[in-house]
């Protein structure tokens, strides 16, 4: 990991364990986890809310104030806006996303389940989905929540990512590695 990259991180891990133990304590998980579906969403729709977290053009005041009226609009929970007033005050924005990824990891933590990160070259239906859930449940152990991504480059198959362990199971990947055997013959 490069140096900036663990910097970010651990300021995101020390916010993330702030909101975590806070909403613990307060018995507000619930309206937390349902705060970073929103903050998600809002990063991944808006350019304006990418570009006001990390340019610095913007003051502290001009990034408090605009936050603060996002929150509202958006009913952020009082810890989320807390923790945001503060990162604008600090400069520190610019790891919201990296405290997104924190916290959710947390709070999934806290729940005993795993994310499996599954990329498949058409969108899986919810009972495929399901299935999937409940084959990985049964070799990981743990309730298994699947962050599902399309790629069609992928022809058919899937590419399973579950904490350090991948499965690729793709037929581009069985195409190179045939095509990779070709060239060892030849």
Request: proline letters at 2%; charged letters at 25%.
């Given at each position: 990991?490069?140096?900036?990259?663990?910097?970010?991180?651990?300021?995101?891990?020390?916010?993330?364990?702030?909101?975590?133990?806070?909403?613990?304590?307060?018995?507000?998980?619930?309206?937390?986890?349902?705060?970073?579906?929103?903050?998600?969403?809002?990063?991944?729709?808006?350019?304006?809310?990418?570009?006001?977290?990390?340019?610095?053009?913007?003051?502290?005041?001009?990034?408090?104030?605009?936050?603060?009226?996002?929150?509202?609009?958006?009913?952020?929970?009082?810890?989320?806006?807390?923790?945001?007033?503060?990162?604008?005050?600090?400069?520190?924005?610019?790891?919201?996303?990296?405290?997104?990824?924190?916290?959710?990891?947390?709070?999934?933590?806290?729940?005993?389940?795993?994310?499996?990160?599954?990329?498949?070259?058409?969108?899986?239906?919810?009972?495929?989905?399901?299935?999937?859930?409940?084959?990985?449940?049964?070799?990981?152990?743990?309730?298994?929540?699947?962050?599902?991504?399309?790629?069609?480059?992928?022809?058919?198959?899937?590419?399973?990512?579950?904490?350090?362990k991948m499965i690729d199971s793709s037929i581009r990947s069985r195409l190179n590695a045939l095509q990779n055997s070709m060239k060892e013959v030849g």
């Open positions: 990991m490069s140096e900036p990259a663990s910097i970010t991180s651990g300021i995101a891990q020390r916010y993330a364990s702030a909101v975590f133990e806070l909403a613990k304590e307060e018995k507000k998980l619930a309206a937390v986890e349902s705060d970073l579906d929103a903050l998600d969403a809002a990063l991944a729709d808006s350019a304006d809310f990418r570009s006001l977290i990390s340019s610095p053009v913007y003051t502290r005041e001009e990034q408090a104030s605009a936050l603060a009226a996002l929150a509202t609009k958006m009913k952020l929970s009082s810890q989320m806006t807390g923790v945001m007033g503060v990162m604008a005050q600090k400069r520190r924005l610019f790891v919201l996303p990296a405290l997104l990824t924190a916290l959710r990891d947390r709070i999934a933590e806290d729940k005993g389940e795993v994310t499996a990160d599954v990329t498949s070259a058409k969108a899986l239906t919810k009972a495929q989905s399901d299935k999937l859930a409940k084959a990985l449940k049964a070799s990981v152990g743990k309730d298994v929540k699947i962050n599902a991504a399309v790629d069609e480059s992928l022809i058919g198959g899937l590419i399973v990512k579950v904490g350090s």
